[in-house]
């Protein structure tokens, strides 16, 4: 069904293209017809079209004004101007309205209909897109909540996430680089103020799950974690790298009238923990660090980490960003990065006037803090007493600047150790594998027990040894008895069966057939050539 409406102060000429249309349409048209312009915004308002033929010159308001008017709440419908002036007068104006076509009087038949049969067309592929985007909405509405969950879920335990998060935050429009972690916590009232029943709380919380997030969306412009027991984390992007007070106190507010929207919908008690902002790349597990702590340590309903007696503060400023770029910038391996902050952390250290002693303190804590962050991250080796010298040592630099070049070497140090860790571990097991291989080349070893002696699983270990190795177990293994194999038939005179027994084969015939396919001849042909 088409909605068509006619606009034209003539009387004859609107009933002729009504006629004329119903005609040739029959029910596939709804027809409505207007002699003044205002008539014509009036009908279009109440009986929205899909096209309009509207005359320019009516009485009153014109059919130009009334087309932009129609335009204010009706964007998808389809104008075609009728007038018996030159239309060049009109163009410019009716090109900017968009305007499908110019309609000339007297009206050719065959001219009209062709006129309609295109705006139909255009009537069908705009509501043939609305369909198509409304299923991908549909479509979207179920898969975003799971996008949203797998986010959350690799920026709180994911180590090398920052790898792949870029296609996370395009999908879910995030273009923001700062955001805060707020923790929401559901549950029965208990008697201490905490949340009680975490698995009954749990259940009902699945089951509210599309409703939760639909409310605390009104709140905050936010992504939303899965249920994990009776918590769900929201992540919130923002601008700013720091909350002042009122950004405190306004996010305590929306916080605060979240939760009462959400227990007056949702059967339950909430508690919400928040944590302050920090870099989406890297920082969002301290920020849930804070959110936890906020919401374990404090009886209010609502808390923010910074209204917590103790909550990280320190006395004084702290280059508190500095000393997270540090540790970030060193697992990520980025040396000369790491570096600077190093730099810029101990002219900060210098600036603040204090004793030796607090220099000293700060420089072990420094880096004995960054390898345990390596070590924790699976980069380097870590032991009880690898740092037992740390101290004689720092106690015995002459000076600060001297202490300085103590504290960039061990910084560069670590930085080594971690962008060689890797490297140095493959390198060494797969030196092992191949050690085991030649020293045990003339039994019947396989894949499992090599991989046993390197104590990785097979399928890995087959994957970084022919990764490191340049081919794979059974291609090593071979090279290395058709390697014997070749030594003993030009230099001894072991038979071939004996040959066979020596390079790690049982059966003489299948030794055959792999020396050939390695070598192009038999093994008999091969002692023949070498006389």
Known sequence: MYRILLGDDEGIMLESLRRLIEANYGNQCEVHCAKTGRAVIETAQQYPPDICFVDIHMPGISGIQAIREIKKFNQTAIFVIITAYDKFDYAQEAVNLGVMEFLTKPVNKRVLLGICEKA??????????????????????????????????????????????????????????????????????????????????????????????????????????????????LLVPCDMQKMNYEQRVTTLQSARDMVHKLEEKIDSHFRCGIGRPAELAGGMK??????????????????????????????????????????????????????????????????????????????????????????????????????????????????????????????????????????EETTSLVDKARRYIMDNYRRDITLDEVSRQVDISPYYFSKLFKQEAGQNFIEFLTQIRMNKAKELLGNSSLSIKEICAESGYSDPNYFSRIFKKQEGITPREYRERMG
């Open 120 to 233: 139909m067309e255009k009537v069908d592929e705009r509501r043939k897109k609305r369909e198509d985007d409304l299923s991908i909405r549909e479509k979207l509405e179920t898969v975003i909540p799971m996008i949203e969950s797998g986010y959350i879920n690799n920026l709180l335990l994911q180590d090398d996430f920052n790898t792949y998060q870029d296609n996370y935050r395009e999908l879910l429009g995030i273009k923001e680089e700062y955001a805060y972690i707020i923790v929401t916590e559901f549950g029965d009232r208990g008697e201490s103020g905490t949340l009680d029943n975490a698995v009954g709380a749990s259940v009902k919380a699945s089951r509210e799950y599309a409703s939760f997030r639909e409310i605390v969306q009104l709140f905050f412009n936010c992504v939303v974690g899965p249920v994990m027991g009776n918590t769900i984390v």
């Open 286 to 423: 301290n920020s849930y660090r804070e959110a936890m702590k906020a919401l374990r340590e404090s009886s209010s309903h609502v808390a923010h980490i910074e209204d917590l007696p103790v909550a990280q503060k320190y006395d004084g400023e702290y280059p508190r960003e500095l000393e997270d770029q540090f540790m970030k910038r060193a697992l990520a391996r980025d040396t000369a990065g790491t570096l600077d902050c190093a730099e810029r952390f101990y002219e900060w250290m210098l600036a603040q006037n204090g004793e030796r002693e607090d220099v000293e303190v700060k420089v072990l804590e420094l880096v004995m803090a960054l390898e345990k962050e390596a070590f924790m991250s699976g980069d380097v080796k870590y032991g009880y007493h690898y740092r037992g010298n740390y101290i004689s040592q720092v106690r015995g630099c002459a000076d600060l600047e001297e202490l300085r070049r103590w504290f960039l070497r061990k910084v560069k140090e670590v930085c080594r150790n971690i962008e060689n860790a890797k490297d």
